[in-house]
């Protein structure tokens, strides 16, 4: 069992699993089984279709039909491209080949899990530039003579740098995310072209926080460790 934020409305976590069922029904038969289970389960279906619910058990594979039909059948379900659908099945039946993308369920998985690369390698960046500042400043002493000129220049290089690759590769992971929201396959290149095609606006964000960030910095003490202070921000 899987336990995944809501998706689609602001609500409590849901737990997720996956099983797979042989049964004499129908996938239409079949579906109105589910729902009459989930009745008697306590599901009100007078409110939103996104919102709480104390059972929800949809079929998202039956066999390799493709097809729609009545009670939001659909076969494959198009939830599949969100985690706490794919992750659950692809540990069952890694193997079991989506009729819709040709592909195993475990390699569809291991796309989605190759997104969290952005978050780790935007971590990994950001402490290489906090390192490539930190070092030469502290073994130089430059800011020795309190917040200057020189000061200003490498806190903005500073901070310019950091939110670069901040906005980087967060514009990498929601190209790629969106990519699987419209149900694609993203692969880890397709996030890093899509924030490339917006380097210009990333460098200008990261400009524009950059000098907001030595703004409120250089406001913010008087005790010139201006340094200790970027490091902190970083």
């Known amino acids: 069992v899987y336990r995944f934020p809501a998706v689609g409305f602001d609500g409590p976590d849901f737990l997720n699993?996956?099983?797979v069922v042989d049964s004499d029904l129908d996938p239409f038969a079949l579906n109105d089984w589910l729902h009459a289970l989930e009745d008697a389960h306590g599901r009100d279906r007078s409110g939103p279709r996104f919102g709480d619910r104390p059972l929800d058990i949809d079929i998202v594979f039956f066999d390799d039909l493709v097809l729609s039909g009545p009670g939001h059948l659909e076969l494959p379900r198009d939830e599949l491209k969100h985690a706490f659908v794919l992750r659950p099945l692809a540990e069952?039946?890694?193997?079991?080949?989506?009729p819709r993308s040709g592909r195993m369920l475990a390699a569809l998985w291991a796309v989605s899990?190759?997104?969290?690369?952005?978050?780790?390698?935007?971590?990994?960046a950001t402490l290489l530039v906090l390192?490539?500042?930190a070092l030469p400043v502290f073994m130089l002493k430059l800011f020795d003579g309190g917040f200057n000129v020189v000061a200003a220049v490498v806190g903005f290089a500073f901070y310019f740098c950091q939110y670069t690759v901040i906005i980087f590769f967060n514009s990498a992971l929601v190209g790629a995310a969106t990519i699987r929201l419209e149900g694609?396959?993203?692969?880890?290149?397709d996030g890093l072209r899509i924030a490339r095609s917006r380097l210009p606006a990333i460098l200008g964000y990261a400009a524009i926080a950059a000098?907001?960030?030595?703004i409120l910095q250089s406001l913010k003490n008087r005790d010139n460790n201006i340094i200790v202070r970027l490091?902190?921000?970083g």
Do not use: K, N, Q, R
């Not at 694609?184 to 290149?189: L, V």
């Open 17 to 19: 699993a996956a099983a």
């Open 92 to 98: 069952i039946a890694p193997d079991f080949v989506d």
């Open 113 to 124: 899990a190759e997104l969290m690369l952005f978050p780790i390698l935007s971590s990994l």
């Open 131 to 133: 390192a490539t500042f």
């Open 184 to 189: 694609g396959d993203p692969t880890f290149s």
């Open 211 to 214: 000098t907001v960030g030595l």
């Open 231 to 233: 490091i902190g921000s």
